[in-house]
């Protein structure tokens, strides 16, 4: 069991089962009443979750000794209400070794993001291996070889959207399967540039979202927080260029400084609007592009986030979810999925019918 599955349940359902957490925050508070107790920020690879633990708790002593950045196994009957996630019968152990290893790799209970983002990771090599632009192609591959442990644990961002340790790696691959395709139906669209300009796009989060190698709280460094994360992919891109061996490919057209020039354009250019953070328009096909396969990707994410948090405010609508501009209602399923229920609504008109 993992962090989401807690957070998708529905209100007072009844889990039963383990899973792994870091302990992130402890904080000492009291009750009305006076009595102390406990309140855990608890984090995995999937989500964050606060735990309340009250004095009367068998392990509350244990608890308060415990330092944050532990890592814990959680046992015991969970369910979620408007106030969180409350468990019954609990008890918490401190992980093994081999334990703490396989968890920081991704949820050894539940491997489904992990198996997830190693496979979005051979998905991002493959597309990169397929760049023709010798320049290109190169500044790509020195960037994975210098940082690809810190990309793999990098988060896309602080909230709304892939906010956990890899979140990145999930938002480029698919970001680059829309690119792809996009490229497809538009031919016109230079797919070399597209596809680096993918990767780097939020190479600046590394600074501003990356987490510790062994822990689910992410940093707060002081590059990120004084200058964020486009300023900070520009300054990466043009170091890193300046370490290729341009004069080899001083033939090649278009030329190195055009290209350099219009990669730092997509990563500029990307969020789409001065007031969003960008220090420029999109002035280019390809920024125009990125600039809306970016936010098709997050935009998606949050949907997909919010249909397993949100409760139902009346069949079928659910509450709105921030930064959603609207509450969601149930998505229409495709004919395949229906087809098996198809002979049993048919004698009956749907209760969704206005006339």
Request: hydrophobic residues 35%; proline residues 6%; negative net charge.
């Amino acid at each position: 069991m993992s962090i989401s599955e807690l957070l998708a349940t529905t209100n007072e359902t009844l889990l039963e089962g383990s899973f792994f957490a870091q302990v992130q925050k402890s904080t000492e508070k009291e009750t009305k009443s006076g009595k102390p107790y406990l309140e855990w920020d608890l984090a995995d690879a999937t989500g964050l979750i606060t735990l309340k633990i009250w004095n009367n708790h068998p392990q509350f002593h244990s608890a308060a000794e415990t330092a944050p950045e532990t890592l814990l196994q959680f046992s015991g009957q969970w369910t979620q209400n408007k106030y969180g996630v409350d468990g019954k019968g609990w008890k918490f152990r401190v992980l093994t070794s081999e334990e703490k290893s396989e968890f920081l790799a991704g949820d050894p209970i539940d491997p489904t993001t992990r198996e997830k983002q190693n496979s979005d990771w051979a998905d991002v090599i493959a597309f990169l291996s397929q760049i023709d632009d010798p320049r290109l192609k190169a500044l790509c591959n020195g960037f994975v070889k210098q940082f690809e442990d810190r990309f793999r644990r990098t988060a896309a961002a602080r909230k709304n959207h892939h906010a956990r340790r890899g979140g990145l790696v999930e938002h480029v691959a698919q970001m680059m399967r829309s690119a792809n395709a996009i490229c497809g139906v538009y031919p016109d669209l230079n797919r070399d540039l597209m596809i680096a300009g993918v990767l780097f796009h939020d190479c600046g989060k590394l600074w501003e979202n990356t987490y510790p190698e062994a822990g689910f709280s992410q940093l707060h460094l002081i590059h990120g927080e004084m200058l964020g994360h486009i300023p900070l992919g520009l300054e990466l891109v043009n170091k890193l260029w300046r370490d290729l061996p341009l004069e080899s490919w001083r033939e090649i057209e278009p030329a190195s400084e055009d290209v350099r020039l219009h990669l730092l354009h997509l990563i500029a250019s990307h969020h789409g609007q001065y007031d969003f953070g960008s220090p420029t328009l999109p002035r280019t096909p390809e920024a125009y592009a990125l600039h809306y396969v970016d936010n098709l990707d997050a935009k998606l994410e949050m949907v997909k986030d919010a249909y397993a948090s949100a409760n139902e405010t009346a069949p079928g609508i659910f509450e709105r979810k921030f930064p959603l501009s609207a509450p969601l209602v149930t998505p229409l399923p495709s004919v395949a999925d229906t087809e098996e229920n198809r002979a049993d609504s048919s004698s009956s008109p749907s209760s969704n019918e206005l006339f």
